[in-house]
């Protein structure tokens, strides 16, 4: 008798347990899938902006193109670009920066744009420095502090205008002063 009630209560417990686990299951799974596709999706976004691949609104391609076909070229001289910021606490504020212009040198149109950039009239090489003039007077002395890289991109959309995606990999600053 002893033995028989002993194995009514393993199994009892064993129905019990079975029932837990499938509420569980009915219970848990659909949402630890839920949170796997969310993993997902941010480890996907994630790598994608680690890798530097070029977002729908085109920023940031520069890491898309290998660094052998990247080639430099400087903007504005040796005395930078000399601009005034936008004032946000009344004072006057300019900043002299040193950009460089990143292209592909593997691009379609490399040949001609770089032709025009380098050409003596420096027509095209005046409209980039305009562009980032133009660019960069729209940012505070803190915004240029606190956030280079949103300007930084906001300038290579500018100059991505005048020339093609493909040819302008980015804007880069090399030094940046403030006053």
Do not use: R, W
Request: charged share 15%; hydrophobic share 45%; glycine share 6%.
């Amino acid at each position: 008798m002893k033995k028989s009630l002993l194995t009514m209560i393993t199994l009892a417990l064993v129905l019990i347990n079975l029932l837990l686990t499938a509420i569980i299951a009915i219970a848990i799974v659909p949402e630890v899938k839920n949170v796997n596709s969310l993993v997902s999706k941010v480890a996907a976004a994630i790598d994608l902006n680690q890798n530097g691949a070029s977002t729908e609104d085109g920023s940031d391609g520069s890491s898309s193109v290998p660094i052998s076909d990247q080639t430099m070229i400087a903007i504005g001289g040796d005395d930078g670009l000399t601009i005034n910021l936008k004032s946000s606490d009344g004072d006057t504020h300019i900043a002299v920066v040193h950009a460089q212009l990143v292209m592909n040198s593997k691009a379609d149109s490399y040949k001609t744009n770089y032709a025009a950039l380098t050409n003596e009239s420096g027509a095209a090489a005046g409209q980039v420095s305009q562009a980032i003039q133009q660019t960069v007077s729209q940012y505070t002395v803190d915004q240029m502090q606190n956030d280079q890289q949103t300007v930084i991109d906001a300038c290579t959309k500018a100059v991505q205008n005048i020339f093609d995606k493909d040819f302008v990999v980015g804007v880069s600053f090399t030094n940046v002063i403030y006053q």
